[in-house]
């Protein structure tokens, strides 16, 4: 039905004729590309009536055609485009069009034609190697795009053609080698097209290649989404709409400005927990980590997000937030859960110590994973062989990782050490400010926002990011810390190292933590400390 994809794209058919043409092209392209043919038709009975000289929109009713399987009516409709304007472009594309309704001798004839004229481009020649392996001449083939090679060098069609060579030939090992050199130059370069990816995508699965296969349909799935909103996003601005999910702001008002008045966050001893919550988290938390009782808050943030609510943790360094999380998502018997983490160190600690049952359902993806491995875990992703994944804001920028995501399903969406993004994050990490978008595009999972941060207004910062969510807080003051300041040689004449020497001993006895405040050389201290196991810290 035409409607389908129209009405995500929010337009009628005969809206498509108040686009400007730049959208216009932009709409039926997108049309073709991904083969709305229905949505494509309805759209060019609307626009073909109004502009019947504009041969753009006949090429592209043409290719509809032959995508269709109408090989004579796209030879009509070209018909009808040379009598406006013929092209280098258009006349191959006719000779296409002549290879689908297998005369292979007149696709021969233009294409013969086509590198007389035009003998130093390199498109006539992948028109000749193209036609010449239709008609069963493979050295004929192979000599067009041998030429074509010379004149462009590694050229995708020169690519693709001796790929296509290698397999008619048998030779999968050559074709295969040919397959990867194209995927890899578009690693490199500016993305395959999407007719190229679905010639791989065919390849692949005739020669068996399931892994790479698969992750051309990902790459295709990514780009159609990518390519859709960017589309919805156009036509929205133009007819001056919000899409969909889009508020409407409100006006500032100026008298308004002044600082709303503190408010209590809520302590976890009013977050409700039944008797059941509490048995199956104890429970899992034995047979996971072996822990017998859980410590102040943890049951409560745990319950909450179990329940699916949004939740802004607050609890004390060493008060056990990563808990919150890894237990909730190692008990969901599917899915998984998206941990937003600052430090690659910080995720790979996480990780590493979790016990050895739940470690195989974890993975980081950073930026220290080499492309196999990359690919690796974004498979066992998209499969859902993962109930934790620890990644970088950065990553929700790339289609690949989303998509991934979107197929395994998201339950939780956890941001770890949330106060970054309401003091200093946006301003060294841009991506931050992309969470709220990323949310949105996989289907708006339950949040969980943790962070050991005191400051109040950051607290309310971080709860207003995350829509009002149920505030889980625990005092952050921590009894087995105190500070102490004291003149320890009120001489001169004592030197920092002497000085230290005499430090050192009382510290040790004590266990305590040396600051040092000073801007001399650390060399004194950091010896002192390789032979005390004291931890020094300079320049505070």
Excluded at 52 to 77: C, H, I, K, W, Y
Excluded at 160 to 186: C, D, F, K, P
Excluded at 277 to 301: K, M, N, S
Excluded at 319 to 334: D, N, T
Aim: aromatic share 6%; hydrophobic share 45%; net charge neutral.
């Amino acid at each position: 039905m035409p409607a389908d994809v129209l009405l995500e794209l929010g337009l009628t058919p005969g809206q498509t004729l108040q686009l400007p043409g730049r959208l216009r092209s932009h709409l039926v392209y997108f049309l073709l590309r991904w083969k709305h043919h229905a949505a494509l038709a309805a759209s060019l009975d609307e626009l073909l009536p109004a502009n019947p000289s504009l041969v753009s929109l006949l090429d592209v009713q043409a290719r509809m055609f032959l995508n269709e399987g109408l090989p004579d009516a796209a030879l009509d409709t070209m018909r009808k485009r040379h009598q406006l304007r013929t092209s280098m472009s258009s006349q191959a594309f006719v000779a296409r069009i002549h290879l689908a309704r297998h005369d292979v001798q007149a696709a021969l004839e233009i294409a013969r034609t086509l590198v007389t004229e035009a003998g130093d481009k390199a498109a006539p020649w992948s028109l000749l190697g193209e036609v010449q392996l239709a008609a069963g001449d493979h050295a004929a083939a192979r000599a067009a795009y041998r030429r074509l090679n010379e004149i462009r060098p590694d050229s995708r069609a020169y690519l693709l053609g001796t790929m296509a060579i290698h397999q008619v030939q048998g030779n999968w090992v050559a074709a295969s080698a040919y397959a990867v050199r194209l995927q890899e130059a578009a690693a490199a370069e500016k993305p395959l097209a999407v007719t190229h990816l679905r010639r791989l995508h065919a390849y692949f699965e005739a020669s068996g290649e399931t892994n790479r296969a698969a992750d051309i349909e990902t790459e295709l799935a990514t780009r159609y989404a990518a390519e859709l909103a960017d589309l919805q996003e156009a036509i929205a601005t133009e007819f001056g709409r919000h899409l969909p999910g889009q508020v409407e702001p409100e006006p500032i008002q100026v008298a308004q400005r002044a600082k709303a008045p503190a408010k209590p966050l809520d302590s976890f001893e009013t977050v409700s927990v039944s008797s059941q919550e509490r048995a199956q988290l104890l429970a899992a938390a034995r047979r996971f980590f072996g822990h017998e009782d859980f410590l102040p808050g943890q049951a409560e943030i745990m319950a909450c997000a179990m329940r699916g609510e949004d939740v802004l943790a607050v609890l004390p360094t060493g008060g056990g937030k990563s808990l919150c999380y890894q237990l909730p998502a190692l008990l969901a018997e599917s899915g998984t859960t998206l941990v937003i983490s600052p430090l690659i160190a910080l995720m790979k600690d996480q990780v590493d110590k979790l016990p050895s049952q739940a470690s195989r359902l974890a993975t980081t993806i950073n930026s220290t994973l080499r492309g196999d491995e990359l690919c690796r875990r974004l498979r066992r992703i998209r499969a859902g062989g993962y109930r934790l994944v620890y990644a970088a804001p950065e990553r929700l920028r790339q289609p690949l990782f989303l998509h991934a995501l979107r197929c395994a399903g998201v339950n939780r969406l956890v941001i770890d050490e949330v106060h970054c993004v309401s003091m200093w994050g946006h301003d060294f990490r841009p991506d931050y400010l992309y969470i709220a978008e990323a949310r949105q595009a996989l289907g708006n999972p339950p949040l969980l926002a943790v962070t050991s941060s005191a400051a109040w207004e950051i607290c309310v910062s971080s709860r207003a990011m995350c829509c009002g969510p149920t505030c889980v807080w625990r005092s952050l003051s921590r009894v087995t810390v105190t500070t102490n300041c004291a003149t320890c040689w009120p001489s001169a004449a004592v030197s920092l190292a002497e000085g230290l020497s005499m430090l050192v001993p009382a510290c040790d006895a004590r266990n305590w933590q040396l600051c040092c405040a000073v801007r001399e050389s650390p060399q004194p201290t950091t010896t002192l400390a390789s032979l005390t196991g004291l931890l020094y810290r300079t320049n505070l």
